[in-house]
């Protein structure tokens, strides 16, 4: 079975400042791995992936996570925050066993909030 | 390119009453997943469709039923529900393992 852990609940950061959202993962096969952001009142929006190759993944608005194997993480980064990315990030990891789609399994979610 | 669709996007119901809730995925889409939200929690797997039928069930009473139509839209039906079923309910659409999710529909139980 996977398990997903988001190690910290609520990460309050300043503007302008760099941020780091920490994931571990645990499988006993090969995972695909996602970060995913959630607007208040609002859906899920794939924020990047791994899948395969390169293990620094960039993604949308200025995020980027790097896949360490190892370590089993793939922590969620970004240089410099702004007010607009206060939301809730999700860490998660998916499991393929053959043709398209397989169940995506959560982490419990870190709030970023972003002081002025 | 529309989006995977929900409705309602609200709703409320009283406990032991029944609901369903609907999706439209992607075009060209034949795979749709469902995930329960509890508020400060992340999503949890239910169900996933592909081609009709099901590929997967998670840890949810036999009160959750889903089905998939030709059209590969699908339903969510909660019977007799709990005060503990008020949560939002995500709807996926995939293709190539990649999970795309709709908006939601929040549902709360008095």
């Known amino acids: 079975a996977q398990s997903v852990t988001q190690l910290d609940s609520q990460v309050p950061v300043f503007e302008e400042a760099p941020v780091e959202l920490r994931c571990n993962y645990s499988s006993s096969v090969s995972v695909y791995l996602f970060w995913y952001v959630q607007y208040p009142n609002q859906g899920l929006q794939l924020l990047l992936k791994?899948?395969?190759?390169?293990?620094l993944v960039k993604g949308i608005n200025g995020f980027e996570a790097e896949f360490n194997k190892s370590q089993t993480s793939f922590h969620l980064r970004k240089p410099s925050v702004h007010i607009s990315d206060t939301a809730e990030y999700f860490c998660?990891?998916?499991?393929?066993?053959?043709?398209?789609?397989?169940?995506?399994?959560f982490g419990s979610g870190t709030r970023l909030s972003i002081r002025p | 390119d529309a989006g995977v669709t929900q409705s309602p996007t609200h709703l409320i119901k009283t406990r032991g009453q029944q609901v369903t809730l609907r999706c439209s995925p992607i075009s060209g889409h034949k795979s749709v997943s469902w995930y329960q939200q509890v508020l400060g929690q992340g999503p949890q797997f239910i169900f996933q469709?592909?081609?009709?039928?099901?590929?997967g069930r998670g840890n949810f009473p036999d009160r959750f039923s889903a089905r998939q139509f030709p059209n590969y839209s699908s339903e969510l039906n909660v019977n007799a529900l709990l005060l503990g079923d008020s949560a939002l309910y995500l709807c996926?659409?995939?293709?190539?393992?990649?999970?795309?999710f709709g908006p939601g529909t929040r549902l709360t139980v008095t």
């Open positions: 998660a990891v998916s499991v393929t066993p053959y043709s398209s789609a397989s169940k995506i399994i």
């Open positions: 996926a659409s995939s293709y190539r393992d990649l999970q795309y």
């Open positions: 469709y592909y081609e009709k039928e099901e590929r």
């Open positions: 791994y899948l395969s190759g390169s293990t």
